[in-house]
């Protein structure tokens, strides 16, 4: 039987083969920057109003890509990989772009990553250089400890996003003792700028620019020019219309593709002016919604929880907000009917666009919702966009097999978006993505006869931590497997660890059991960034033998339902 291969209601879209800088900066006539005043603000602090404009990024961009290259201290050359490590920032688009014009990938890690967990993508990754916070510091000279690289030579490979906001008008700070003497990006932006970036035209295009280290259990992802400007350009039949009084307001980590992709590169190509915070704070959030007339953001399941019963969205007028986005992770219809929402948002119903659906593997985003289905098609991911190509397949046999019209099957998507492979792993790769190009998502989706599409289940984790490898380095545990509790108050699943004691008799009676479950948990708190706690309750402990996830998620299931104690033991 031949494949039944969907598409996108939308045409297809021309896309341009060139870099991601190209695309975006670009100037169409005098005085504009990709296609908008060059005066117009891009990016605004919101602690402090600093900003810069259009304008000045492409100049700073370019500056920064000169220092780069051209410092005694840097000299990168074109293909480098440069580390991004750090909370967000005004200087964030600066080194990120500055970055792309050198003809570097970028690697963007998590900015609560400890030390352990920054060394492995330090290593793995292949970076020369790190850029960081000036909080990141410790963490960053620890991972060069660890690592067995001296001081001084860790010192020469980073460089330093200081608080300090002159550069760009702003207030001055106080540095960090700790930073004194390393090379800023200040320092790098002293020594004039490139005439023009990197170019990647044509074939070129398919060369590697970011580096995302996802959740994911199988690889890093491998994304190039063409991937990201596909994304970039087929999202936009479902963006809303935008005009020249609209501003997003950003609180998502600018280290993770929702954002990387969605809030530092597609603002720019609509000319929408983007509102920095440095993290989730919900006062803050409605602060700054309230003071910078905020129109637009993109957010996560978990912050509409947070809003829903926090004191500030009733304090704050929020009423310039006519548009969100919630991402990143499922967005039940329970949630969104909640009676505190029509309260929250001034009755505006097309406020909340209730679902999109993506992947880092995909760059990220593959279905959108437009907010004039957001009531029809609650609970739907949204039509597929263009330019891309969906398959239901049913493998549970070993054998692809189409799903039956209107029937659950694993989604399948193909396009220009999808990652060019894992990084350093190309049996995951293969694993992956078929001969003829389709990336195997891990996701249950139906369709229905609309060509609306509805994800039902998860052949995969969606808690894919990792945290197993860290568990069996533990000096007790002889086996252990992590998988996702969901929680529904935070509306988010969260990791249980199942463990088996490698010495059983140690811990023969409940109290023993329970402190160990206990010791595990706390030990895991000095392993790993805060995000990666378990936080789904104690440790579980099963049965010695072989750990079956598939039988896990059931027994996580059965317990829910039956209530149970925190402890369970089956040793």
Known sequence: MSPRIYTSPYPDIPLPRTSVFTHIFASRRPGDVGGFPGARKAFIDAA????????QLLD?????????????????????????FSPNSLAWPVVLFGSVAAGLRCTTANSAYTSRELAHQYVDSRARLLITSEDGLGAVRAMFAELGVPRSEGDRRTIVMRRDLQWARGPAAESNPEAAGLLTMEDLLK???????EQFAGDLSNETVFLCYSSGTTGKPKTTHLNTISLLSIVAPCFPIMGPEDIMISILPFYHIYALTQVLQLPLLYGLPVVIQSRFEPTEFCVNIEKYHATFSLIVPPVLVVLARHPAAGTHDLSTLRWLCSGAAPLGKD??????FAVLFRDMTSTLRPAGYGLTETSPTT????SADAARK??????????????????????AVEAEEGSPGELWIRGPSVMKGYLNNPTATTAAITPDGWF?????????REGYYYIVDRQKELIKYKLESVLLTH???????VIGVEDAAQATELPRAYVVHSNPDKIRTAAAKAAFADSVVKWMETKVARHKFLRAGKCILPAAGKILRRELRDLAKREAAASPPKIVSKL
């Open 60 to 84: 700073l961009a370019l500056a920064f890509a000169h220092g780069l290259r051209t410092h005694p201290d840097t000299r990168a050359s074109r293909g480098d990989t440069v580390l991004i």
């Open 191 to 197: 020594g004039g700028k490139m005439r023009q970036e």
């Open 440 to 448: 195997k998502t891990g996701d249950i989706a139906i369709r229905d």
């Open 367 to 370: 279905h959108l919702l437009h």
């Open 378 to 399: 609650m609970g739907s991911i949204g039509p597929l966009l263009p330019n891309l190509e969906a398959r239901l397949v049913d493998d549970a046999g070993g054998t």
């Open 475 to 481: 000096p007790d545990i002889a086996d252990a497997a």
């Open 48 to 55: 402090s109003g600093a900003y810069i404009t259009r304008a």
């Open 335 to 340: 949630l969104v009917q909640q009676t505190s």
